[in-house]
Nanobody
Framework: QVQLVESGGGLVQVGGSLRLSCAAS????????VGWFRQAPGKEREFVAA????????VYADSVKGRFTISKHNAKNTVYLQMSGLTPEDTGVYYC??????????????WGQGTQVTVSS
């Protein structure tokens, strides 16, 4: 089992920045890739970014490339999502998940409870 807890969400103005954290406990963190997903009201949960267990490879959704950066601190069992250039379209609940490196939410085994990000104009 892997337990995941997200933090760092909040209210930010257009063009602002936030850093989300995903703290993990349980099984060895390096055995799992970690992905970030988000869900806006009335929409499907969508892939944002993912990083391999070693932290050596990353993948991003086209909508966030160049604005978001995912990173991993294995000693702290924490994955970060640095978000900049935020727009109202980035508003939603952000979830981290652990599993194989993938863009499909169906392939992830463990999920956190989510943290709300609201971008105001």
């Amino acid at each position: 089992q892997v337990q995941l807890v997200e933090s760092g969400g909040g209210l930010v103005q257009v063009g602002g920045s936030l850093r989300l954290s995903c703290a993990a406990s349980g099984r060895t963190f390096t055995n799992y890739a970690v992905g970030w997903f988000r869900q806006a009201p009335g929409k499907e949960r969508e892939f944002v970014a993912a990083i391999t267990g070693s932290g050596s490879s990353t993948v991003y959704a086209d909508s966030v490339k160049g604005r978001f950066t995912i990173s991993k601190h294995n000693a702290k069992n924490t994955v970060y999502l640095q978000m900049s250039g935020l727009t109202p379209e980035d508003t939603g609940v952000y979830y981290c998940a652990a599993g194989p490196i993938a863009t499909s939410k169906a392939l992830y085994d463990y999920w956190g409870q989510g943290t709300q990000v609201t971008v105001s104009s």
